[in-house]
């Protein structure tokens, strides 16, 4: 296993351009298996997620190619004879479990694992199935695995996610382009990547109204065929940056290939910290202020404040001048790395769902562990602000979600080396 050994503090300054986004790219290739023909997605991250993705693709027959010179991924769905998502994949990587949608869409017929996921809580796919059902599906459980069966053309009828969720608004959408006579979703995700699925949807032959509203209205096609797209920037990636910009009063950072619509209300909260920020088509330039101030957030779903940067802003909040209150209402208890930061001597209190932040402490070097994506990358912010050593232990978990993360951070100034971790 490896591990990352910061020296810090080291303020940040140059260029850092954004990859492709993990999130939006994994529901275009479960949508790829829709098709009658061939698809590529272009701008696809060499993440270990999507390297997961294309193996869990693989175990159907379908062909996958990953030209990783050109972030390129050709995908091939004319061979598929093999209806089934197995557990020793879908466990390492949530949303695999787009299979289901994607076979059960297509075939009629599939056999997924019910998914792991990251660590913090249960992560239910209730509302998945629920809207599988509704719209005709039969729907069983055996031993872990969903045993899916729909007919060739469905009733269809409404469905209301409750909560709103990414995950059940993609899966539905997969499984009912083909299928659903008229199937509509209400309080639908309305994230970027989902509006960028059902667009692709749609130009491959789909028939969805509401694309970009909480109300979507699917009424079924015969056939699907494959196309080139061009998948988006990744909005977490880009907001990471921007608060690594923010977190040394002398970084100032040039974000490029960014897409800043895809970030919502973030770029205005950020602002309040003091920052400031100039934003030019795919490039934001950040300049961090002398003194950060205290600024409280609620996560909420697109275009409120990301649940994927919440870990991230209350790190950045250990260096403001002040107190702040960090609170998640998607996930109530998103905190693990809240004891990692309190070693490098942050102050950090944990109540329900929310953090409440002590700044400014200034911080110390230390061996911390990293739990999750979101986490891992906020321990790393604070390793390069925090005077001295640290040790990030278990950064696989950074691998997951994070492109190139050393290089682009020893680009602009950074002093980060991944090394083999001792047992
Ligand atoms: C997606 O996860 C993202 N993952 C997550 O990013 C992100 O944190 C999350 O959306 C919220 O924005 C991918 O896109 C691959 P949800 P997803 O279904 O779809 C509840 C990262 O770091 N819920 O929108 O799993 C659920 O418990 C990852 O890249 C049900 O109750 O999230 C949560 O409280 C982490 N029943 C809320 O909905 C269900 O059937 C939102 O979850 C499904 C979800």
């Known amino acids: 296993m490896d591990k990352f050994v910061i020296e810090g503090p080291t303020p940040l300054r140059g260029n850092i351009a954004i990859s492709g986004s993990k999130n939006a790219a994994l529901p275009l290739m479960a949508a790829a298996l829709l098709a009658d023909s061939p698809t590529t997605i272009t701008n696809v991250p060499k993440l270990r997620d999507i390297y997961t993705f294309n193996n869990v693709i693989r175990v159907t027959g379908a062909h996958v190619e990953f030209d990783e010179d050109n972030n390129c991924l050709h995908i091939d769905p004319s061979h598929i004879n093999h209806l089934e998502a197995p557990y020793e994949l879908v466990r390492k990587m949530r949303a695999s479990f787009y299979m289901l949608g994607a076979l059960l ?37 055996d031993k872990g695995y969903v045993l899916g069966k729909a007919n060739d053309s469905l009733p269809g009828g409404t469905f209301t996610l409750d909560p709103s969720s990414v995950g059940a608004t993609v899966n539905l959408l997969l499984a009912s382009v083909l299928k659903a006579e008229e199937f509509t979703i209400k309080n639908a995700a309305v994230e970027p990547d989902v509006v960028l699925l059902a667009k692709t949807l ?67 909260t950020f602002e309040k910290t003091g920052a400031q920020i100039e934003i030019n088509g795919s490039e934001i330039f950040v300049k961090a202020p002398k003194e950060l101030s205290p600024t409280s957030i609620q996560t909420k779903i697109y275009p409120g404040f990301p649940t994927d940067l919440q870990a991230q802003w209350a790190t950045m909040m250990t260096q403001a001048t002040g107190k702040s209150i960090v609170t998640d209402t998607i996930y109530f208890d998103r905190f693990s790395y809240v004891p990692e930061l309190n070693r490098l001597g942050a102050d950090l209190h944990v109540d329900e769902n929310s953090v409440t932040i002590k700044g400014q402490t200034p911080l110390e070097g230390a061996s911390v562990m990293s739990t999750d994506l979101r986490a891992s990358v906020s321990l790393v912010l604070a390793g390069m602000v925090a005077e001295g050593r640290s040790d990030i232990l278990r950064i696989y978990h950074l691998d997951r979600g994070y492109e190139k993360l050393e290089e682009k951070l020893n680009s602009v100034g950074a002093n980060i080396v991944r090394t083999e971790q001792e047992e």
């Open 105 to 141: 869409g297509k075939f009629g017929e599939a056999k997924v694992s019910l998914p792991g996921g990251c660590a913090w809580g249960p992560r239910p796919v209730d509302l998945h199935l629920e809207g599988m059902k509704t719209m005709g599906m039969e729907i069983n459980l």
């Open 202 to 268: 749609n130009k491959m032959g789909a028939n969805i109204e509401g694309v970009g509203t909480d109300v979507l209205t699917v009424r079924g096609v015969d056939k699907l065929q494959g196309l080139e797209v061009d998948n988006a920037p990744d909005r977490i990636e880009t907001g990471t940056y921007m608060i690594a910009a923010a977190m040394h009063p002398e970084s100032e950072l040039t974000i490029t290939n960014a897409n800043p619509v895809d970030l919502g209300v973030f770029p205005k």
